[in-house]
């Protein structure tokens, strides 16, 4: 609901108290360019945010751009409210459903999820804008219970104490507590946003609570890369410092700097800077390098980053770290596309001009491999690595950040063939924030997009890829193999006993790690098949040998039969016995 807006006016200065409502915010912007009066410093975020989403940004809460949340008058669910609280199930799709998968209605969300983390729990934290869907985490994150359901009982708005706003923050699930570390973010520098912190702060699941860490970074960065390392530390690349503002007659103008220099998190020990692993190139200042840099755990034990240029880095963590280019190049990419690891070692990355390479990084030199075209440039889509090992790219635009060259085909890649094939269509734009992510039950949440953007998506939508459904045309749900107990916690290199509903044939299993996605780039995620024999209903599955093939943290596991379907997954922790 629009609240009014209250424009003050002395005889230099207009001070602009937005409320709510887009008209009125034009309104109060082109009254203070009308009358040449000069913001105060109190009011100068709040024109800039103004700026960002009042000219072209109407809210879509998941039933359209511009129309009402959907409550009564007295602010309850209405009636297909109460439906979206009952519990997720597979829906009845078309005849193509086995070949294309099934995109579920847009449910509204608190606020727009461009930060999203699946927690040890299966609950999603998410974060990164007000709940009006302008840009700012300072007051707001929000948790997402699915099995809740979609509507307001399953979604929780949660206050930000910190004082450190987390938009475009790094983020990791930690591999022993399953809380999540949040690293840098925004800061205000006379009134002009998009300058960073060194802020650290952590999500508890246990309690919900976000909580600001004694200790901070060395550098404060915006837009950082976090990657756990096999020993269960997170190493920090990129983000940008201080941002280009060419100044006023009130304040001085500032340039472009960059975090060029990696840290280190230790949840014991606290931080270090590897001083000697400085480079503008792989994750500095050089064309868009910063940009929350694309880099993974390497099966050789060190971060591998691929730059916009088409290089490829590796970073070595120990001591005080080094930084070598290694041999091979790509095409150029861009900071918008996305990459994703669907094997150990094995990396689909998107790049300009619906080009797509593998990069295989299992041996000392990287091998580049090219793939097979997308069927069209893809600017801030989303890469998911699905339950079966195949990489589901949704959402993005020809055109940049708006709806004109807006792409709502979405499309799979089969890493056993290497061609696409057209999947479901969308009917939400998701471009710049927006999301798109793995969940337990082998759906992928996808959702958000705005701040700025040609609509603030405060919704959310569920993919149910072709794997739900059976193989015959009918469009019905298919039966799922069952798994019913399996360990919660392992080792690298153990046997797993793994407990079956019944004594189908299961023809594999997969283990796929959580993921925390923003900025189109899940950093965390990655797959691999798992090799296993079956006794009737009884399973004896063996983890990944090496702690660099499977970083440790927490892992969806999955069973798959006969016909391509897999059950619900398991959550293991593997990491130290």
């Known amino acids: 609901m629009s609240r009014p807006m209250s424009l003050k006016k002395s005889p230099s200065i207009i001070t602009v108290r937005r409320a709510g409502g887009h008209a009125l915010k034009l309104l109060a912007i082109a009254a203070l360019a009308s009358c ?26 998941g039933a359209g751009p511009g129309v009402a949340w959907d409550e009564d008058a007295s602010g309850r669910e209405s009636a297909l409210g109460e439906q979206r609280a009952q519990a997720i199930s597979v829906p009845t799709g078309p005849s193509d459903a086995h070949q294309k998968g099934v995109f579920g209605a847009a449910f509204t969300w608190p606020l727009i999820p461009l930060h999203t983390v699946l927690l040890p729990d299966g609950r999603v934290l998410s974060y990164g804008s007000k709940p009006s869907g302008i840009q700012g985490a300072l007051l707001n994150y929000a948790i997402w219970d699915p099995a809740q359901g979609m509507g307001s009982k399953s979604k929780t708005l949660l206050s930000n104490t910190t ?135 390497s099966p050789q034990g060190k971060v591998v980053i ?21 041999p091979g190049t790509m095409p150029a990419g861009a900071y918008m596309l996305p990459a994703a690891m669907y094997q150990p ?13 593998v990069v295989d990084i299992n041996g000392d030199s990287p091998v580049v491999t090219p793939a097979a075209p997308l069927s069209a440039d893809r600017q801030f889509g989303n890469a998911t690595v699905l339950a079966d090992g195949k990489v589901w790219v949704n959402g993005g635009s020809t055109t940049g950040n708006d709806l004109v060259g807006a792409v709502y085909d979405s499309e799979t890649w089969d890493p056993a063939t290497g061609t696409w094939t057209p999947a479901a269509t969308a009917t939400k734009a998701r471009l710049y924030h927006s999301i798109s992510m793995l969940m337990p039950d082998g759906s992928v949440l996808t959702g958000g997009g705005g701040a700025p953007g040609p609509v603030s998506q405060l919704n959310a939508e569920i993919y ?13 749900p298919a039966t799922r193999p069952g798994i019913v107990t399996a360990p919660t916690a392992a080792t690298w290199g153990q046997t797993i006993p793994v407990a079956m509903s019944n004594k189908n044939a299961v023809t594999r299993m997969t283990l796929v790690r959580f993921g925390a996605v923003t900025h189109a780039f899940s950093n965390e ?53």
């Open 36 to 61: 040449g009066g000069a913001l105060s410093p109190d009011a100068s975020l709040q024109v800039e945010e103004d700026r960002q989403s009042a000219f072209d940004a109407p809210v879509d809460y």
């Open 464 to 476: 149910f890829p072709p794997y739900l459904y059976k193989n015959d045309g009918s469009g019905l």
């Open 163 to 297: 004082g450190t706003d987390i938009f475009c923050a790094g983020q990791a699930l930690l591999p022993v507590t399953g809380d999540v570390l949040l690293v840098g973010g925004d800061r205000i520098v006379n009134g002009q946003r998009n300058y960073a912190n060194n802020d650290v702060n952590l999500f508890t699941p246990a309690n919900n609570q976000l909580t600001k860490q004694a200790q901070s970074m060395a550098y404060q960065r915006w837009y950082a890369t976090l990657i756990t390392t096999a020993s269960g530390e997170q190493a920090v690349i990129g983000g940008r410092i201080d941002r280009f503002y060419e100044g006023n007659s009130q304040y001085p103008p500032t340039a472009d700097t960059y975090a060029s220099t990696p840290e280190v998190y230790n949840a014991t020990t606290g931080w270090r800077t590897l001083t000697t692993a400085t480079s503008d190139a792989a994750y500095g200042g050089r064309v868009q390098a910063w940009n929350y840099p694309r880099a993974w755990w």
């Open 345 to 357: 070692g094995k990396i689909l990355s998107v790049r300009d001009a619906a080009q797509a390479v």
């Open 525 to 577: 995620q990655r797959f691999q098949d798992l090799s296993f024999t079956q006794t009737g209903k009884n399973l004896s599955v063996t983890l990944p040998a090496l702690a660099n093939n499977a970083p440790p943290g927490f892992y969806m596991l999955f069973a798959i039969d006969s016909n391509g379907v897999p059950s619900k997954a398991k959550i293991l922790r593997l990491g130290q016995s």
């Open 306 to 326: 691929f730059n916009v240029m088409g290089e490829i880095y590796s970073l070595d963590v120990s001591g005080t770290g080094a930084v070598t280019q290694l």
